[in-house]
C-alpha cells in the first residue's frame, strides 16, 4: 500500500520553500486527494476535463486545481468557473476561448504557455516564435481574462539526465527571455513550471519554480 502522507512528508523535505508542488492527482480517487490534502497540499493537478469536475464536487472547495493536461476548446467552460491555473495553454485560439469565458464569470484566469522542448513528437507546445508572435498581437493585448505567469514544459522521457538537463536549461532560457522582453515590470509572470517524478531534481537544479508529482506521492498508475 502506498503511504501518500509519508511520501509527501519525505518529498517536502528535498524541495526548496520557493519551489511549489502540484500534487497530480489524475487517476487516483477523491479519497487518495483526500490523504494528500489532509498534510497541508492544497494545490492539485488534473489532466481530464470530466475527471476533474467529477472529483472536485466530492472534495474541499479550497483546493486549488491546476489543469496540465491537453485542453481542448469546447470543454473550457467546463473548468473556467472554479480552474485556479491553466498550466497548458499550447495554442492561440485556446487562449481566446479561455479569455472568452472567463469573461462570462468576470475572471481573470492564470495560464502559463506551454513549450515543446522533449524529443518526442507527440508532445503538446509552442516554440519560442510562436509565443512571441502571440504576445505580441494586438489580439493579446485586449485579452482582460488572462494573466500570463510563466511557462511550462516536459522533458524527454528519457534516462538520458544530460537530455533532460538541456531541455529545462533551454525552457529557462525562454523564460528568461520573455519576462526581459515583455513581462520584466509584472511580477506575476515568475513561474517556470518544469520536474516530474522521475526528473524533478534536475528541474529544481535548473531554476523550475513549479513542479507536478504525481507517482511519487499516489504510486504508480496502472
Ligand atoms: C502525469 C503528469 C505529471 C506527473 O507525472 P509523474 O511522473 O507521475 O510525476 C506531470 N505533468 C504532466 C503534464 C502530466 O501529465
Known sequence: ??????????LKKEIPANVKLVAVSKTKTADDILKAYNTGLRIFGENRVNELTEKRELLPTDIKWHFIGHLQSNKVKYIVPFITMIQSVDTFKLLRVINNEASKYG??????MQFHIAMEETKFGFNLQ??????????????KHIRLCGVMGMGTFTYDSDQVRQEF?????????????????????????????GDYRIAIEEGSTVIRIGSIIFGDRL
Open 169 to 197: 536549461r533551454n525552457l529557462y532560457s525562454y523564460f528568461n527571455e520573455l519576462k526581459n522582453k515583455y513581462f520584466h515590470e509584472h511580477s506575476s509572470f515568475s513561474e517556470i513550471s518544469m520536474g516530474m517524478s
Open 130 to 143: 510562436e509565443v512571441m508572435e502571440v504576445i505580441e498581437s494586438e489580439e493579446f493585448r485586449q485579452m
Open 1 to 10: 500500500m502506498t503511504d501518500i502522507a509519508l511520501n509527501i512528508i519525505k
Open 107 to 112: 475572471r481573470v484566469i492564470d495560464c502559463l
